[in-house]
């Protein structure tokens, strides 16, 4: 279904409560298990980072950030690894599960940017950071919202892809070369990471400022007093 | 604001959709240290599984113009232990055993007698480092063709001169890129490089290419799989 479903209960009550339900079960356990595997792949691959924070020759090494042990995962590179290669194949898995949930039930609409989203890009930019009006909305996502979230599921492709050349960079030597050499890939992997956290960051702030009901709905899937109207 | 019965039909949707999170909280138990080392090993045993299906023995590691090779002392030296176990090149012999036709002590000429075999290609270290270094030596499949090697066997089990140890799963063995290599840049082995014998795996981790090989063993069961993995990395790690 491409439009949130509306529930009005006892419709004819004065009192009566509106309630969307935004997020299907699917979406939301993606959701939860990503927030953990995520978790564990960004502490992990840090610690995997430590050993040889550097890109480029081992002699002579430039270290390019020493990366605290107390915020890694894993105690050391094989644990860092054991965690690493353990949790992909269940980001991988949600991942899989989640874009094709996404594209068989319809839902994707929900989320993804299409061009018929840029004009009102700028608007929700502006009420954002400038103090400009609030644009009215109708759907469960703004349009700036949808292009966050299009670019956050492109992201976790992209780590993945990049992933796929700095683990297998003979089976797959084609992608890693694509991709520059080994050292190239693991800076793409890199950056892929901190794009990643930074689109958390822009995340979690927003979910503080938009308050409790916004956030228990990716709990329970149902919104209480959407501050949408509700068609 | 809802009425109260709204509000409680509210709540009671609200929380049946929240007990159906409750497969999520499975990921706790990797909270828990008693399934937290079983459930990694598990993990990392997997993505080994998925390694060895990626493996195809036809293809080749890439390899590099003698331009793009790394300089000879650029190319790391990266020990467990020591950098020159002191091999007394004048009595060291390959120890051969396990299933094959052919067992016992083996010399150098022996191996360099067999079709030589020179490439570049990239080491890949754990660590996350890389070097393109310049290789020389026999094919490992034509030593254990000429060794009579049952190649149905799982694995190639080899030990080193600094107590290091090391194996291969037999498609890596007789992957033509896999060498028993005695020279490096053109040159015999130097100490620090695993002289006089070392092995050169392309389509494996730097761990896997054991240097100052003593013994060499085909076997179906591996008592030790080799120094770093028996410590917790991947069995496997097929680049």
Known sequence: ?????????????????????????????????NTVALFVMVFSGLQIFRAFPSFGAKIPQKDLLNWPKAFALGGWLGGGLQWHLTFVWIYVATGLFYVGYQVFSGNYRQVLFMPRDIPGVWPMVRHY?????????????????K???????????????????????????????????????????????????????????????????????????????PDYAPR | MGSK?????????????????????????????????????????????????????????????????????????????VDDPGVDFDKWTLSVSGLVQKPGEYKLEQVQALPKVRQNTQHVCVEGWNVVGSFAGTKLSDFLQAIGADTSAKFVYVECADDYYESLDMATALHPQTLLCYEMYDKPLTREHGAPLRLTVPTKIGYKQAKYLTDLKVTNVLQKVGYWEDQGYSSYYGL
């Open chain 1, 129 to 145: 950071f400038l103090f400009g009006p609030k644009p009215p909305q109708r759907e469960v996502y703004n349009p700036l919202q």
């Open chain 1, 147 to 225: 292009l966050a979230y299009t670019s956050a599921i492109g992201l976790g492709i992209l780590s993945v892809i990049t992933g796929v050349a700095v683990w297998k960079p003979v089976q797959f030597s084609w992608l890693t070369a694509l991709l520059g050499g080994f050292q190239w890939a693991r800076i793409w992997h890199f950056a892929v990471m901190w794009a990643i956290l930074f689109f958390i960051f822009g995340h979690l702030v927003m979910v503080i400022l938009h308050g409790w009901n916004n956030f228990v709905s990716m709990l329970t899937g149902w919104k209480k007093d």
């Open chain 2, 5 to 81: 019965t709204n509000d409680a039909k509210f709540k009671s949707m609200s929380r049946r959709e929240l007990l159906k999170l409750t497969p999520v909280l499975a990921l706790g138990a990797f909270a828990i240290p008693k399934f937290r080392d079983p459930l990694l090993k598990k993990g990392l045993g997997f993505s080994d599984w998925v390694s060895e299906k990626l493996f195809r023995e036809g293809h080749m590691a890439p390899t590099f113009a003698d331009a793009d090779v790394t300089p000879f002392d650029k190319f790391p030296i990266n020990d467990y232990d």
């Open chain 1, 1 to 33: 279904m491409s439009e949130a479903v509306v529930l009005e209960i006892e419709s004819f009550d004065a009192d009566e409560m509106p309630a969307v339900y935004e997020h299907p079960w699917a979406v939301r356990f993606c959701h939860w298990v």
